[in-house]
């Protein structure tokens, strides 16, 4: 400090530099900083300690195959790889897309892919991995609410690292 008041005297006198307002505007900063690391910290201590859902714990992925075959081939094995706990196969779709500067047009079957938000990546890395599109589409959406008790099913289908 003295070295402050001794190069910026004006400075120095006005300010809130002293080491008792320097340490308030460090602790500020630091939970500043800090505040979304705790929010979800707390976040998920409420949601132990109240059993109630933590919005986005658990997500829905959409994946369009080429056909019936590939969905199937697909969904069974992202279930057999506790990637998810529930693959719903919806029939065919059409679809319209911009593809290498032209409109497209095709069939396509969905995939709804019921998963831990935490498994999305593992996921997308399997579905780029097996997937005959050149780039596959995989899509995801937190889950924001829903029936508790299929929700902890998702939860316990759903396989940790």
């Known amino acids: 400090m003295d070295w402050l008041a001794q190069r910026w005297p004006p400075l120095a006198a006005q300010s809130c530099l002293r080491p008792g307002c320097l340490a308030w505007l460090l602790v500020a900063i630091a939970f500043l900083l800090s505040y979304p690391m705790l929010r979800t910290i707390s976040l998920q201590l409420h949601s132990a300690v109240t059993g109630s859902y933590l919005s986005g714990t658990h ?3 959409f994946v369009n195959c080429p056909n019936e ?3 199937r081939d697909i969904a069974r094995t992202i279930l057999e790889k506790k990637l998810a706990a529930c693959v719903n196969i919806l029939p065919r779709a059409s679809s319209l897309y911009f593809w290498k500067g032209e ?15 935490s498994k999305i990546h ?19 959406l937190p889950i924001d609410q829903g029936n508790p008790l299929y929700l902890k099913w998702i939860e316990e289908g759903v396989a940790e690292n």
């Open 59 to 61: 997500s829905i992925a």
């Open 69 to 71: 075959q590939i969905a």
């Open 103 to 117: 409109i497209e047009e095709t069939s396509e079957i969905l995939l709804l892919v019921k998963t831990k938000t």
């Open 122 to 140: 593992e996921l997308s890395n399997y579905i780029r991995s097996v997937h005959p599109f050149e780039i596959p589409e995989l899509i995801s």
